[in-house]
């Protein structure tokens, strides 16, 4: 397998891969800067090739570029292209049939929608088969993704709004972090107390999410005693319209995610 880009995500995807069991030698990144390519071959021992190389050995590429990038590195590729190969894209906004149309016919094409928190291997990843993908295609991307985290399956159509919660929705969190610790020192708290309680409350309160399955309105319901503390606070939120401003932001994250696949 080969990672065509050694960005964030590419790095991501490559030590998760590692530490989930995949040999250095079965693995491929490509790198265009020589120091890049030194430091990790040193750090991971796995070979750092050209695109078109990669494109040649692989019997699976996974594009971890950014969607300007894309049109270039297809062209680039293209002809090292084998139909029998396997192309997953982590590209946002960038469709399988974009991609399709780019390389030889009767490639397999996945798409991906990743996030971040695949750094700690907690990320969320969204998959969708092209044209031309069967079930061993998409067993396959999944084995690669779950190295980092949780993946799903959604019809094509839908990875714009994925990509807008999930791709785009760390930023959203650490944004309401910020957010608290910045009330909390507000009202005098030192500011190593104010992010100890914050992300802890935080880290819980998603922990209690998952392991529950209590929809989330039961557990702020549950929070939030008539006339106390939490209801104050949440009818401030209400008096402010944080859930609009929410619904509109995420509903501008997911036109920019159709902008960008027009672009």
């Known amino acids: 397998m080969a990672i065509l880009g050694a960005g964030v995500m590419g790095e991501t995807l490559l030590s998760g891969l590692l530490r989930a069991g995949r040999r250095p030698g079965e693995l491929l990144i490509t790198e265009r800067r020589a120091e890049r390519a030194t430091e990790l071959r040193e750090r991971y021992g796995v070979d750092v090739v050209t695109n078109v190389e990669a494109a040649a050995k692989a019997d699976t590429l996974v594009l971890v570029v950014k969607p300007q990038d894309m049109p270039d590195l297809l062209a680039e590729i293209a002809p090292a292209i084998r139909s029998s190969q396997t192309v997953v894209s982590l590209a946002a906004g960038i469709t399988t049939t974009f991609i399709e149309s780019r390389l030889p016919e009767g490639v397999a094409v996945v798409r991906v929608m990743p996030n971040t928190p695949a750094l700690v291997d907690e990320g969320m990843a969204a998959i969708s088969r092209g044209a031309h993908c069967d079930e061993s295609h998409l067993v396959l991307a999944e084995g690669l993704l779950a190295a980092t985290g949780r993946v799903i399956r959604v019809p094509e159509k839908q990875q714009d709004a994925v990509t807008a919660i999930s791709g785009s929705g760390p930023a959203y969190i650490f944004f309401v972090v910020e957010s608290m610790i910045e009330a909390g020192v507000h009202m005098g708290l030192p500011r190593s107390t104010a992010t100890d309680l914050v992300v802890q409350t935080l880290f819980g309160s998603a922990?209690?999410?998952?392991?529950?399955?209590?929809?989330?309105?039961?557990?702020?319901?549950?929070?939030?005693?008539?006339?106390?503390?939490?209801?104050?606070?949440?009818?401030?939120?209400?008096?402010?319209?944080?859930?609009?401003?929410?619904?509109?932001?995420?509903?501008?994250?997911?036109?920019?995610?159709?902008?960008?696949?027009?672009?």
């Open 207 to 263: 922990k209690l999410l998952r392991e529950t399955g209590e929809h989330p309105t039961v557990l702020r319901e549950r929070v939030t005693s008539p006339g106390g503390t939490t209801a104050a606070a949440v009818r401030e939120l209400e008096d402010h319209k944080v859930r609009a401003a929410f619904l509109s932001a995420i509903e501008a994250a997911r036109n920019r995610s159709r902008d960008l696949a027009a672009e």
